[in-house]
């Protein structure tokens, strides 16, 4: 089973990407069905408000949520086409019961961010290395949801527990009279539990199976795997620097509990920009949250398959000697089109101004319209001064990148990939066309409605110097 030792785990007994047949699959009566759902959906929301910004994210991920008895526990799947689907066993989620069904599900969703985080193949295969992803799941599966043992099934504890493996590695070292670790430095990061567990004579694997490990080959697509947890994390590190204190203390941990994890690791991270959580800072010139979460927002609209592409080592490596990162381009693509609106009503840091200039003079392959607006739209050149006046209408701006509003007597050609607008946001909402393109760069004592209307557009403060 997804753990432990009273249920066997079982390989599925029908094609797993096949969703109709799972639901067909001897279905499981009713109220049970009902039941396991309900306790399904109320685990998921107790993650996301209280333990796990970044096991909630990942279910948003699997768009298929299916009870189906056609697998002994629960799993999540990654399959080939890019969707993740999760599978649970209904009669093994009541049985369970919420705190059971919250433990399993953030087991789960660990395993794909490990899977992301470790994806060499050989460490994958060697049977000490899962008995260590289990032993630190676990682990941080207990500390996150505050539980004091694992979950149990009729009074029986399930699933591999991270103290008693700890006894056994310490009779193990002490039989062979060397020295071994207390609990608290065995647990300290990923490594140091496959490390230790690896200077056991016996150590005790093979262990009870997790569901991921006998579907890894079949079920885990590691593209989409990548994919998945790479935007999740992604998000999670939006939020947290946007203040969301959970997202960045689970962030920090995770960052912790992977140190020393050899050089993927520390790139995935460094590709993340989330070093720069832990406040290490940049030594020559100062980066701003609001600046590097354009960089990042920017870059995922302006993503379409892998034409225009964050330059992972380079950006990671410049972010380090504290330039800013940048954007470049791949293949014989056309050209991008981003649109900057800046409204002159208000008060135009103009910091922001050069600093976007800048940014988008390095953004390779992307055609920059520069716009001014307060009631009327008026194009701008970098270095200009705008003159504000009159009122402010939004409404013009979108008018103006849908197409419908000339400028000069020039209507916009393009279908553009990005919209920055920066404002104070004070002036009538609206909602856009296309509002995932919409980016809104909100000034010091602006108004940020475009983060709560619906659907939500992406939205940040800028910082006044
Ligand atoms: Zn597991």
Not at 148 to 155: A, H, M, N, R, V
Not at 169 to 182: E, F, H, K, N
Not at 245 to 250: L, V
Not at 350 to 355: F, G, R, T
Request: proline share 6%.
């Amino acid at each position: 089973m997804a753990y432990g030792d009273r249920v066997r785990p079982r390989l599925p007994v029908v094609e797993l990407t096949d969703r109709r047949a799972l639901e067909r699959w001897r279905p499981a009566d009713p109220d049970t069905v009902e039941e396991a759902r309900r306790l399904k959906e109320q685990a998921l929301l107790d993650l996301g408000m209280t333990h796990s910004a970044i096991a909630s994210w990942i279910y948003t991920k699997c768009h298929h949520q299916i009870a189906t008895t056609a697998v002994g526990t629960a799993a999540v799947l990654a399959s080939g086409d890019g969707t993740c689907v999760l599978l649970y066993n209904p009669d093994f989620f009541v049985a369970l019961g919420l705190e059971g069904v919250r433990f399993v599900l953030f087991h789960e969703a660990r395993h794909l961010v490990q899977r992301h985080l470790f994806a060499d193949r050989e460490l994958r295969e060697d049977p000490v290395f899962t008995l260590a992803c289990e032993v630190t799941i676990n682990h941080v599966a207990k500390m996150r949801l505050r539980e004091t043992g694992l979950p149990t099934i009729d009074g029986e504890p399930v699933g591999i527990d991270p103290e008693e493996i700890h006894r056994a590695y310490r009779a193990d070292l002490d039989a062979q009279g060397v020295g071994s670790l207390d609990f608290a430095q065995f647990v300290a990061t990923d490594m140091s539990v496959y490390r230790e567990l690896g200077r056991m004579r016996h150590p005790p694997v093979p262990g009870p199976a997790c569901v991921h490990v006998l579907l890894d080959d079949t079920g885990l697509d590691q593209e989409t795997v990548d994919r998945v947890t790479s935007d999740v994390l992604r998000s999670v590190l939006i939020a947290a620097r946007r203040g969301n204190g959970a997202a960045r203390e689970e962030l920090l941990d995770l960052l912790r509990r992977t140190e020393g994890a050899g050089e993927r690791v520390d790139r995935l991270w460094g590709d993340l920009g989330a070093h720069a959580l832990r406040g290490v800072t940049m030594p020559t010139r100062r980066v701003d949250w609001w600046q590097q979460w354009l960089v990042d927002v920017l870059a995922s609209k302006l993503r379409e398959g892998e034409r225009l592409v964050y330059p992972k080592k380079r950006g990671a490596l410049l972010a380090a000697l504290g330039h800013d990162p940048m954007l470049a381009r791949r293949g014989p693509e056309r050209v991008k089109t981003i649109v900057i609106a800046l409204d002159t009503s208000g008060s135009m840091p103009d910091q922001v101004v050069e600093w976007l200039t800048e940014l988008v003079g390095r953004i390779d392959g992307v055609e920059a319209h520069w716009l001014s607006f307060d009631a009327v739209v008026m194009p701008f050149r970098p270095g200009e001064r705008v003159y504000g006046g009159g009122g402010t209408n939004f409404g013009v701006v979108r008018d103006y990148v849908e197409g419908r509003l000339a400028v000069k007597g020039e209507r916009l050609d393009e279908h553009p990939d990005a919209v920055i607008m920066v404002t104070d946001g004070h002036a009538a909402q609206m909602t856009p066309a296309e509002p995932d393109k919409w980016i809104w760069l909100i000034t010091p004592g602006g108004d940020d409605w475009p983060e709560r209307r619906h659907p939500p557009m992406a939205c940040h403060r800028v910082r006044s110097a």
